[in-house]
């Protein structure tokens, strides 16, 4: 039973790097970090920091639809 959850476990946690991944591609594809307040990414022109919490705060909706969208598809909906 503890390997099935293992096994489990350490699925869940390559499907999540799998979604961070695909995350951070769509945050510079879809330019948030001209709207972000942070001077770095402006100037880098990509997320100086996490994507995730930025791209939820500078477009909500459109962030967790997107991400519902990715992670379902990377689990084969």
Do not use: I, Y
Request: aromatic share 4%.
């Amino acid at each position: 039973m503890r390997a099935v959850s293992k096994r489990t476990r350490a699925e869940q946690k390559e499907l999540a790097e799998q979604v961070a991944a695909v995350m951070r591609d769509a945050h510079v594809q879809l330019r948030l970090w001209g709207r972000c307040k942070n001077e770095n990414c402006k100037r880098e022109r990509n997320c100086c920091g996490d994507a995730e919490p930025c791209g939820a705060r500078v477009a909500p909706a459109s962030w967790a639809w997107l991400r519902h969208v990715v992670q379902g598809m990377l689990e084969g909906a």
